[in-house]
């Protein structure tokens, strides 16, 4: 395989501007790799991010030819159509440099949503039971596998439209403690996310649901807190 | 924008739309049955005229499609001129009444 890719990366910030590169392509080649031949062999000044390269740590987050992907293991043969990329960091948050957002607003909104785990009993030092076949803990299952790579906020409309929206990611992260049997804070956490900047936002266009890399149906999630907060409401508790 | 309003604006607009989901469908049937054999306008108003049962359908209907209406157009003003705050709000009851009196109005102007 003796082809060459071009390369199109976006350089500077959000009043940057696109710059080609020649890639020599490979077999297996990834996103990331392309970008990191780049950084090494053609331009050092060439900023982006990555840690783990197998999936893990959610940092290498970027827009792939129009489409937000974690590019550690987004294979070229599946997205660089007549040997073409394009490469820009990812929609909806500030551009640092080049390939590097700020992702302070995303885990911010994380925190909003009182994305953390508030020990309903803190002075237990036994471990607690909770049974796997639990409709709660299948709940939990299904959406604890987040990495946190911006993807889904990248992605979707809602966060586009509406700055204050807390984004998918955040509230897949309180969907997963409003179902955990050890957590304490279950209504002041469904208040935080109730409202126009956090689930009832959600126009269920399901972008998350698409593109999450882990195959976690965000969408789902904040589906779940609708009932919830609708439950919680209709009982007064919110 | 508190949690509890928002909440409530969200199940008024779910809730309204199923009852327009209902009463569109009766509406729109029904003009396809009624001029089916060649009805004409002024015979339609003859039976509408005084009819308790058709007033407080289309009463309900104005009343739905006003409170869907108002809290969808502010949620697109939110979204796409990002209009925020009470002036807001305001303007969204001002489209609630409005709507809801050219409804009634109507309403009131075909079966009382």
């Known amino acids: ?238 | 924008m508190s949690a509890r309003l928002e909440t409530r604006l969200w199940v008024a607009q779910r809730a309204s739309a199923a009852v327009l989901a209902v009463l569109v469908a009766v509406h729109l049937v029904t003009i396809v049955y009624a001029v089916r054999g060649g009805l004409s306008a002024a015979e339609i108003l003859a039976r509408l005229d005084g009819h308790a049962g058709w007033f407080l359908f289309y009463a309900a209907f104005s009343l739905a499609a006003a409170a869907h209406g108002a809290i969808g157009l502010r949620v697109v003003a939110q979204e796409w001129l990002g209009w925020r705050g009470r002036s807001l709000d305001v303007a969204a009851v001002v489209v609630a009444l409005l709507l809801a009196a050219l409804g009634l109005r109507a309403t009131w102007a075909l079966t009382v």
């Open chain 1, 1 to 238: 395989m003796e082809q060459s890719l071009s390369v199109s990366v976006w350089r500077g910030d959000a009043r940057g501007a696109f710059r080609e590169y020649r890639v020599p392509r490979r077999e297996n080649q990834t996103v990331l790799d392309v970008v990191t031949w780049i950084q090494r062999r053609l331009d050092s000044s060439l900023a982006y991010r990555f840690a783990c390269r197998v999936g893990m740590c959610g940092s290498c987050a970027m827009t792939v030819n129009g489409v937000a992907r974690w590019t550690c293991r987004t294979h070229v043969s599946r997205v660089a159509a007549g040997g073409r990329l394009e490469l820009a960091p990812l929609a909806n948050l500030p551009v640092i440099r080049d390939l590097v957002c700020d992702l302070e607003p995303f885990f911010e909104k994380w925190q909003r949503a009182r994305g953390r785990f508030e020990p309903a009993a803190p002075e237990r030092t036994e471990f607690a039971v909770v049974a796997p076949q639990t409709p709660e803990r299948r709940a939990v299952d299904a959406g604890i596998e987040c990495i946190g790579c911006a993807v889904c906020y990248a992605s979707c409309d809602v966060v586009a439209w509406n700055p204050e929206y807390l984004g998918p990611a955040a509230l897949n992260r309180a969907w997963t403690l409003v179902n955990d049997v050890r957590d304490g804070a279950h209504g002041a956490r469904l208040a935080a996310v109730a409202g126009g900047a956090g689930c009832h936002a959600c126009h269920t266009h399901m972008s998350c649901t698409e593109y999450c890399p882990k195959g976690i149906a965000p969408t789902a999630a904040i589906a779940g807190l609708k009932r919830l907060t609708l439950r919680a409401w209709w009982r007064g508790e919110l």
